[in-house]
T-cell receptor, first 113, second 118 residues
């Protein structure tokens, strides 16, 4: 099935560094979502974006909804060890199938203390 | 409050056997979803329920896969005559509806059932 293009696939950084990851699609989405998945758990929603160009922050996390509605990025500032995990972007369309989320393949983040 | 629960957490089965995976959504969540997540991939949509009605089963890979939610709460995903390619993490999610009656964008995921077919 379709998956969004998410990059990078993995990142290994030092504690305190900033992190950036992005997601692109060949088609338009009306909502972009960023999830984090910890080992042994299901994905948990971090940030939701509803409007093209929107920039939203949640603590050390900042995400943007691209103007073309085909991309989004997530930044994490001043990383800490508990930021370790897999980050997924997901897109959602409006209309009849608006319940359906299309996910990226994930970015595995490792933070070295 | 209690989140989405799934059972079993791990299931090992022999090729050709049937398996039933259970999902208990968050109380009051009328929307329920099943996803399949292969190693190194994001979740992929399988099917969606609104109360007890299966509104979309377009993501089910073939007719060996079926799902039901007879009373609008607990759901079961059944895979008949399992094959090795069915091995994956199966995740359930649930959500409320928004003010317009559409499924809310925030889906709460369960811990998943790791299925291994040998």
């Amino acid at each position: 099935g379709q998956q969004l293009n998410q990059s990078p696939q993995s990142m290994f950084i030092q504690e305190g560094e900033d992190v950036s990851m992005n997601c692109t699609s060949s088609s338009i989405f009306n909502t972009w979502l960023w999830y984090k998945q910890d080992p042994g758990e299901g994905p948990v929603l971090l940030i939701a974006l509803y409007k093209a160009g929107e920039l939203t922050s949640n603590g050390r996390l900042t995400a943007q909804f691209g103007i073309t509605r085909k991309d989004s990025f997530l930044n994490i500032s001043a990383s800490i060890p508990s930021d370790v995990g897999i980050y997924f972007c997901a897109g959602r369309r409006s209309g009849g199938s608006n319940y359906k989320l299309t996910f990226g393949k994930g970015t595995l983040l490792t933070v070295n203390p | 409050g209690a989140g989405v629960s799934q059972s079993p957490r791990y299931k090992v089965t022999k090729r050709g056997q049937d398996v039933a995976l259970r999902c208990d959504p968050i109380s009051g969540h009328v929307s329920l979803y099943w996803y399949r997540q292969a190693l190194g991939q994001g979740p992929e949509f399988l099917t969606y329920f609104n109360y007890e009605a299966q509104q979309d089963k377009s993501g089910l890979p073939n007719d060996r896969f079926s799902a039901e939610r007879p009373e609008g709460s607990i759901s079961t995903l059944t895979i008949q005559r399992t094959e090795q390619r069915d091995s994956a993490m199966y995740r359930c999610a649930s959500s409320l509806t928004d003010a317009s009656g559409y499924p809310h964008y925030e889906q709460y995921f369960g811990p998943g059932t790791r299925l291994t077919v040998t």
